[in-house]
């Protein structure tokens, strides 16, 4: 069975730093591109960030760049997510997510494979 489970959410002041993990299980990670997303209440489901099968490109939303690094650890079967410098407007459940896929660049939609989530609170 396919399963996807985030960790490391939780609530910090502005400024402060986060690292999300996302441990998959019941699948070869190095088949998958990754992705994370992110839903804040009242707001459409985007993505963060994604990275390549074997790492070699990633994709950040422009709320993001320079601020969170997406990257991943095939021998774990484990994607992370390091968010610095967080702003009050990065409140939001975030979501990992796979895609069976060995394209040199990550898709930004259509991703199949979904994990439960994690909430992400920052305060100003």
């Known amino acids: 069975q396919v399963q996807l489970v985030e960790s490391g959410g939780g609530s910090v002041q502005a400024g402060g730093s986060l690292r999300l993990s996302c441990a998959a299980s019941?699948?070869?990670?190095?088949?998958?591109?990754m992705g994370w997303f992110r839903q804040a209440p009242g707001k459409e489901r985007e993505l963060v960030s994604a990275?390549?099968?074997?790492?070699?490109?990633?994709y950040y939303a422009d709320s993001v760049t320079g601020r969170f690094t997406i990257s991943r650890d095939n021998a774990k079967n484990t994607v992370y997510l390091q968010m610095n410098s967080l702003k009050p407007e990065d409140t939001a459940v975030y979501y990992c997510?796979?895609?069976?896929?060995?394209?040199?660049?990550?898709?930004?939609?259509?991703?199949?494979?979904w994990g439960q989530g994690t909430q992400v609170t920052v305060s100003s």
């Open positions: 997510a796979a895609e069976r896929t060995r394209s040199s660049s990550p898709p930004v939609r259509d991703y199949d494979t």
């Open positions: 019941g699948l070869t990670l190095s088949m998958y591109a």
């Open positions: 990275i390549s099968w074997n790492g070699g490109r990633t």
